[in-house]
């Protein structure tokens, strides 16, 4: 009975122990699938947040897209409107215009040493030109100024030493007449920089004879025109019965409108004062520099007249005095020349539409030679006018002029009678 007590007390104990270890183990596993299971949880949970993240920055990226399609419209507004304001902006402050000269006929007479000629009674080919002005106001103080000039000549004025000949065809040149910056200074100062035409002769500089005459006088141009470089000063001084404009102007000097290639420069002072009273005005010019090359190569210009209006009647005269200095001759002497003329007009103006013009003109220019030294070739030119004004701009001039030349030695003569008919229009 003892024996058979501690055999059941011993299987007990080892039902009881043996029972332990295994509830011992499933709780072990089941602490690992557990574990497991959340680490599966928390990366599922990862996931899912990832996937979160990467919705949200496309929902953000679909918003920030959306908003920027509803700019394009604004953004296209406001392309076209920057355009308008540039154009705009572009087109505040310029003015463009031009000048239009051309001939309906012209022809002309001529006897050369005894020898007649004459050119064909012409339409087609001649002197015919067109200026296109462009004027830019960049402030209320500056401005750019162009004259650009489109020319068709033909080469048919007459002159001494040469045949009266017209080309069969028109030789077209183009010419920046004029390219300038101006300002308004302090006090009623005005400064120019640039190209353009000296205040010498007011006919040329002012360009006054567009409307007057359809070819300049011959002889006479050749001392009037000048065109050249540099810079202007211009002040009008105010008083009670009379005004002064003076102008004051350094310039390049020489032959050439563009290229300056010497340290002397040609110095110019113009005034032209008038008279409130008595309608008159005193134009009077000094110029003094180089005209070319060497260290003797100055030059003297001079130039005074007189402009009387009186209601319908205008008159107007000048001296013109050229001195140069050791001129080349075709040989190898070098001699003085000089180039003089005076001009005398009067216009009358009958109504807007008609205006009466007579001028008459003598002018001597130096002709170098060669062994025989210096000459010079003379004209004599008359020319009469009228007018007919379309608009107070435009207006078809009848032109006739008599000229007679001649070279100082006799060696050369001529006369001719031009007519011509030309329209000029401004605008």
Same mark, same amino acid.
């Given at each position: 009975? &003892?024996?058979?007590?501690i055999?059941?007390?011993? &299987?007990?104990?080892?039902?009881f122990?043996? $029972?332990?270890m295994?509830?011992?183990?499933?709780?072990?596993?089941?602490?690992?699938q557990?574990?497991?299971?959340?680490?599966t949880?928390?990366? @599922?949970?990862?996931?899912?947040?990832?996937?979160?993240?990467k919705?949200?920055a496309v929902e953000?990226?679909? @918003?920030?897209?959306?908003?920027? =399609?509803?700019k394009?419209?604004?953004?296209? @507004? #406001?392309?076209? +409107? &920057?355009?308008?304001?540039?154009?705009?902006?572009?087109?505040?402050?310029?003015?463009v215009?031009?000048?239009?000269?051309?001939?309906?006929?012209?022809? $002309?007479q001529?006897?050369?040493?005894?020898?007649?000629q %004459? !050119?064909?009674?012409?339409?087609?080919?001649?002197? %015919?030109?067109?200026?296109?002005? =462009?004027?830019?106001?960049?402030?209320?103080?500056?401005?750019? +100024?162009?004259?650009?000039?489109?020319?068709?000549?033909?080469?048919?004025?007459p002159?001494?030493?040469?045949?009266?000949?017209?080309a069969?065809?028109?030789?077209?040149?183009?010419?920046?007449?004029?390219?300038?910056?101006?300002?308004?200074?302090?006090?009623?100062?005005?400064?120019?920089?640039?190209?353009?035409?000296?205040?010498?002769?007011?006919?040329?500089?002012? /360009?006054?004879?567009?409307?007057?005459q359809?070819?300049?006088?011959?002889?006479?141009?050749?001392? /009037?025109?000048? %065109? +050249?470089?540099?810079?202007?000063?211009? #002040?009008?001084?105010?008083?009670?019965?009379?005004?002064?404009?003076?102008?004051?102007?350094?310039?390049?000097?020489?032959?050439? @409108?563009?290229?300056?290639?010497?340290?002397?420069?040609?110095?110019?002072?113009?005034?032209?004062?008038?008279?409130?009273?008595?309608?008159?005005?005193?134009?009077?010019?000094?110029a003094?520099?180089?005209?070319?090359?060497?260290?003797?190569?100055?030059?003297?210009y !001079?130039?005074?007249? &007189?402009e009387?209006?009186?209601?319908k009647?205008?008159?107007?005269?000048?001296y013109i005095? #050229?001195?140069?200095? %050791?001129v080349?001759?075709?040989?190898? #002497?070098?001699?003085?020349?000089?180039? /003089?003329g005076?001009?005398?007009?009067?216009m009358?103006t009958?109504?807007?539409?008609?205006?009466a013009?007579?001028?008459?003109?003598?002018a001597?220019?130096?002709?170098? $030679?060669?062994?025989?030294?210096?000459?010079? +070739?003379?004209y004599?030119?008359?020319?009469?006018?009228?007018?007919?004004?379309?608009?107070?701009?435009?207006?078809?001039?009848?032109?006739?002029q008599h000229?007679?030349g001649?070279r100082?030695?006799?060696?050369?003569?001529?006369?001719?009678?031009?007519?011509?008919?030309?329209?000029?229009?401004t605008?």
């Amino acid at each position: 009975m &003892l024996k058979f007590s501690i055999l059941l007390l011993a &299987l007990c104990g080892f039902l009881f122990f043996s $029972t332990g270890m295994v509830w011992a183990d499933d709780i072990s596993d089941l602490k690992e699938q557990v574990k497991a299971l959340q680490e599966t949880i928390n990366n @599922q949970q990862k996931t899912i947040e990832d996937l979160n993240s990467k919705v949200q920055a496309v929902e953000t990226k679909q @918003q920030v897209q959306a908003s920027e =399609i509803k700019k394009v419209p604004e953004l296209a @507004q #406001k392309v076209d +409107d &920057l355009k308008e304001s540039s154009a705009g902006q572009l087109a505040e402050g310029l003015s463009v215009g031009g000048h239009v000269k051309l001939y309906m006929f012209d022809r $002309t007479q001529s006897n050369r040493n005894d020898s007649p000629q %004459h !050119t064909n009674l012409s339409s087609g080919v001649g002197t %015919h030109a067109f200026v296109l002005y =462009i004027t830019k106001q960049l402030t209320d103080t500056l401005k750019i +100024d162009t004259a650009t000039d489109f020319g068709v000549s033909a080469s048919a004025t007459p002159s001494v030493g040469s045949d009266l000949t017209r080309a069969t065809t028109g030789t077209l040149s183009t010419t920046l007449r004029k390219l300038t910056m101006e300002a308004a200074l302090p006090e009623g100062y005005e400064l120019k920089v640039g190209m353009f035409n000296p205040m010498f002769v007011e006919e040329f500089a002012k /360009e006054t004879f567009w409307d007057e005459q359809y070819n300049m006088s011959a002889g006479i141009c050749y001392l /009037e025109s000048w %065109h +050249d470089s540099g810079i202007s000063l211009y #002040k009008n001084f105010d008083f009670d019965k009379y005004s002064l404009p003076v102008y004051l102007e350094l310039l390049n000097g020489g032959s050439s @409108q563009y290229v300056d290639n010497n340290d002397d420069k040609m110095a110019l002072i113009h005034i032209a004062p008038e008279f409130f009273q008595t309608k008159l005005r005193v134009l009077s010019s000094l110029a003094y520099g180089k005209h070319g090359e060497g260290e003797n190569g100055k030059a003297l210009y !001079t130039s005074n007249g &007189l402009e009387w209006k009186y209601q319908k009647t205008s008159l107007s005269g000048e001296y013109i005095y #050229k001195k140069y200095n %050791h001129v080349n001759t075709l040989g190898t #002497k070098n001699a003085d020349g000089k180039k /003089e003329g005076y001009y005398i007009k009067a216009m009358y103006t009958f109504n807007p539409t008609w205006r009466a013009l007579a001028k008459y003109s003598h002018a001597e220019l130096y002709y170098a $030679t060669g062994r025989t030294g210096m000459r010079s +070739d003379n004209y004599d030119t008359a020319a009469l006018a009228l007018n007919y004004f379309l608009t107070p701009s435009s207006d078809i001039i009848t032109e006739y002029q008599h000229i007679e030349g001649v070279r100082s030695d006799g060696s050369e003569t001529f006369d001719a009678d031009r007519v011509t008919m030309g329209w000029r229009t401004t605008f």
